[in-house]
Structure formats: structure tokens, C-alpha cells
Nanobody
Framework: VQLQAYGGGLVQAGGSLRLSCAASGRALSRYSMGWFRQGPGKEREFVAAISWSDGSTDYADSVKGRFTISRENAKNTVYLQMISLKPEDTAVYYC????????????????WGKGTLVTVSS
């Protein structure tokens, strides 16, 4: 599975962005998908996940109520809608795929895409 995240950019605090993750090479229908991020000088951390089986979602506490993960299996694409962005959301955002898993563990993902940079200015 090849994953490509895009949609990052520079936004002011309080603004919104929508990230997309397009997959190729294999259908995503049996992959739980996760979004992760790595801020400057920080370790990569979990942001959001969506299950392959029932579409249930999971979020890091820091983004609950502001970020929404969704998927369109027909388009082999996963999205991350981000609103009320804060400077601390500044990071490189990565999408990743977890075959038949939960999609929420950095060390449990099977495939990773290249990241897309999100910069939130204060």
C-alpha cells in the first residue's frame, strides 16, 4: 500500500484545514487508518484513527472536538478535518494503515505515507 498525505499548509490560529490521504496499490477496506503527527523536537504521536470494521473513531485527547477523521473506501481515501487549530497543532502529519488492527498505535502500523506539514501561526 502506498499512502500520500496532502492538504497541509500555513493557517492562523483558529483556522481550519482538511488533510487527505490517498492510497494506491491495495484497497483500504480492511485497513484501519490512523493520522499521526510529529512536532518540532517531539516524538511521533497518535492523533486519530478510524476502524476498518465498523467505522468507529478514536481521538487523542488533545484534538477531541476539533478534529474529525473520516474515510471513503470507494475513493481509497481518508480525511482529517481540523478546526479551531492551535499553534501547538503545528507538526508534520502522517497517515498510516493497519491491516485488521485498531490503527492507533505508532508501532502497530503496517504502512506509512510521507507527511504533510501543518503550520499554525499565533
Amino acid at each position: 500500500v502506498q499512502l500520500q498525505a496532502y492538504g497541509g499548509g500555513l493557517v492562523q490560529a483558529g483556522g481550519s484545514l482538511r488533510l487527505s490521504c490517498a492510497a494506491s496499490g491495495r484497497a483500504l477496506s480492511r485497513y484501519s487508518m490512523g493520522w499521526f503527527r510529529q512536532g518540532p523536537g517531539k516524538e511521533r504521536e497518535f492523533v486519530a484513527a478510524i476502524s476498518w470494521s465498523d467505522g468507529s473513531t478514536d481521538y487523542a485527547d488533545s484534538v477531541k472536538g476539533r478534529f474529525t477523521i473520516s474515510r471513503e473506501n470507494a475513493k481509497n481515501t481518508v480525511y482529517l478535518q481540523m478546526i479551531s487549530l492551535k499553534p501547538e497543532d503545528t507538526a508534520v502529519y502522517y497517515c498510516a494503515a493497519d491491516f485488521l488492527g485498531l490503527g492507533s498505535r505508532v508501532d502497530g502500523m503496517d504502512y506509512w505515507g510521507k507527511g504533510t506539514l501543518v503550520t499554525v501561526s499565533s
